[in-house]
């Protein structure tokens, strides 16, 4: 009777921890507001000049988690900067970066019943726009990122989540007559936002 009482105990207790596991995957879409540091390096005439600018944002996310085991999911997650990040001002002329957006994967590990962490790898897009607000030039950029985050469950179909991630894009040469400078923007983005489970 003991050993049959214990047997369901420890049953009961992997069922309970593979559904905690199950909270946190399935589809889910979301909402965050971000606090973006944009950052560019000019390099021009082997000189490297950087400058950057902060700018508040907000992101859209669409994704699913996947659960590997009792304790450990997959995120993985599609993100689209409805905003514009400002990377920063030299001699009056801005530079931005627009419609940028990441394809992710984030392995997490429960560290209780409603909070996740997890480790974040992105594959990063958009186009960095350059110049005066009459006069500008669009190129488009791409680039990795890799950050961390939190996820808490408020209810069974509604997280907090916050994240910091740094965003690395690859340089590249821009020509204007005979000048040729290289450009290699940057970010960090820190969020905090909500998500839905479907």
Do not use: C
């Not at 971000?34 to 669409?62: C, Q, R, V, Y």
């Not at 429960?110 to 030039?137: F, H, M, P, Q, R």
Request: charged fraction near 15%; avoid cysteine; hydrophobic fraction near 35%.
């Amino acid at each position: 009777m003991n050993s049959l009482l214990k047997t369901s105990l420890l049953g009961l207790a992997l069922v309970s921890t593979a559904s905690i596991a199950s909270n946190f995957s399935g589809p889910e879409a979301g909402v965050s507001v971000a606090m973006n540091g944009g950052f560019t390096t000019l390099t021009a005439e082997n000189k490297d000049t950087s400058f950057g600018e902060p700018s508040l944002g907000i992101s859209l996310h669409g994704g699913y988690g996947l659960a590997i085991s009792n304790d450990k999911v997959v995120l993985l997650g599609l993100n689209y900067n409805a905003t514009e990040v400002a990377a920063g001002t030299l001699v009056d002329e801005s530079v931005r970066i627009k419609n940028s957006w990441s394809l992710s994967a984030a392995p997490g590990i429960l560290l209780n019943d409603k909070t996740l962490a997890y480790v974040k790898l992105s594959y990063e897009a958009g186009k960095l726009i350059g110049g005066s607000s009459g006069d500008s030039d669009e190129e488009s950029i791409s680039g990795y990122g890799y950050g961390a985050g939190l996820r808490t469950e408020i209810n069974k179909t509604t997280f907090l989540q916050t994240e910091i991630k740094q965003v690395n894009y690859k340089k590249f040469n821009y020509k204007q007559g005979s000048n040729s400078y290289d450009f290699t923007p940057s970010a960090t983005v820190g969020s905090v936002g909500v998500v839905f489970k479907f």
